[in-house]
């Protein structure tokens, strides 16, 4: 059993890859103030419901317990699931769960085979920087993320939230590790999972090489990698390995080029940038998409959302799936892999706020005047 005591994006997403294996995930909020992207979305009948699409793209399958930790009868009721849970996954600021006196230390000590996984935006450390809150966007500026990718022009925010994401991914793969060595040992840990880490762990050759100290060397831009205008679009070319851009030279007929190894392709990508700009405005993208492609050279038609979802080509059936609501079919990914047995499902939608409560704390032993004692503090609706 996971308590899942998150919100936003990354801890949910957690959390998310979890229930989408199977695992009993109970997601845990205030009864008066749920998780914020309940609320968001474009849909006005989802998000006025507390079921938003920020919210539903990573919520099928957990249940829901609207319970407030901040009121004593709460905070106990809290305690006495995670004494039999597995795993205690939150992603509040550094020293709220303290200040709940819910640290990790003493739900560990309440139950010494639990993991608990705090997953935050610059560490959990003592720097000055440790306690300060975070989204996306700010760990994208602050660890020089934007920076990179803006070289050529004014720093520049990814438009998806791959920190979130990529964060998210990474707490649960180290949950897996904690549960894997717990196993062995019979024994839980306390797993810190921070944005920033995770937004430098994206930039590792451009943070290796920023860091070197030993002689090194300059070299332009690739003129394999990168994209080009075409007669009616944009193409991305991958022609990185020297043997890629022999074969994209001999594809196109030119001789003049010779690329032995790497040294050649970077004395050479100015001038074959130059003219693979007059080449590639000779025809359409789709056309050198496919004469490329097929002659093993990476390159892809730069496409928008919408034609990406619409190609038949990329058409991913297995990772979409659709949950009717009555507002409409919402379309939610999956984990981004599969399993020959027993892999990423949905069995279940996106619970409402508190819609398994009762049942959740039958199940862990309170009797139904517990039951109305939570609920006449006000530590349950």
């Known amino acids: 059993m996971i308590l899942d005591l998150t919100h936003v994006l990354a801890g949910p997403y957690a959390t998310y890859q979890f229930a989408l294996l199977g695992a009993d995930v109970i997601k845990v909020e205030n009864p008066t103030d749920p998780d914020c992207a309940r609320g968001r979305g474009p849909s006005i009948d989802l998000a006025a419901e507390g079921r938003g699409l920020n919210y539903m793209v990573q919520a099928a399958n957990k249940r829901a317990l609207a319970l407030d930790l901040k009121t004593k009868v709460g905070r106990e009721a809290f305690l006495r699931l995670a004494e039999r849970a597995d795993v205690v996954v939150e992603n509040y600021s550094p020293g709220v769960m303290d200040t709940l006196d819910l640290s990790a230390d003493l739900l560990m000590k309440r139950n010494p085979r639990l993991i608990h996984c705090s997953i935050n935006g610059f560490g959990g450390g003592a720097g000055s920087a440790q306690s300060l809150k975070a989204y996306d966007n700010v760990i994208q500026a602050a660890s020089g993320n934007m920076a ?35 196993a062995a040992s019979g024994v839980g840990q306390h797993v810190q999972c921070a944005m920033f880490d995770c937004a430098l762990a994206l930039m590792a050759p451009e943070i290796a090489a920023h860091l070197f100290e030993g002689a090194r060397r300059t070299v332009p831009s690739e003129a394999g990698l990168g994209t080009y205008d ?64 097929g002659v093993g050279i990476p390159a892809q038609r730069v496409r928008t959302l919408d034609e990406a979802l619409a190609d038949p080509a990329l058409a991913r059936p297995h990772f979409l799936k659709a949950l009717r609501t009555h507002a ?28 398994h409560g009762e049942a959740i704390l039958r199940e862990h032993g309170f009797d139904e005047s517990e039951i109305a004692s939570l609920r006449s503090e006000g530590a349950i609706p």
């Open 148 to 182: 990179q990718t803006g070289k050529s022009g004014p720093p520049v925010k990814t438009g998806a939230s791959m920190i979130d994401y990529f964060t998210g991914m990474s707490a649960a793969f180290a949950i897996s590790a904690a549960l894997h060595e717990r």
């Open 230 to 293: 075409t007669a009616d679009g944009q193409l991305m070319l991958g022609a990185f390995t020297p043997e890629q851009v022999r074969t994209l030279w001999r594809s196109l007929g030119e001789a003049e080029f010779v690329v032995e190894g790497w040294d050649d392709v970077w004395k050479s990508s100015p001038a074959m940038r130059e003219r693979l700009t007059t080449i590639f405005a000779t025809e359409t993208a789709s056309e050198w998409e496919a004469r490329l492609n």
């Open 328 to 355: 409409g079919d919402v379309t939610v990914p999956l984990s981004p892999f599969t399993l020959e047995r027993d892999g990423p499902t949905i069995t279940a939608p996106p619970p409402r706020v508190g819609e």
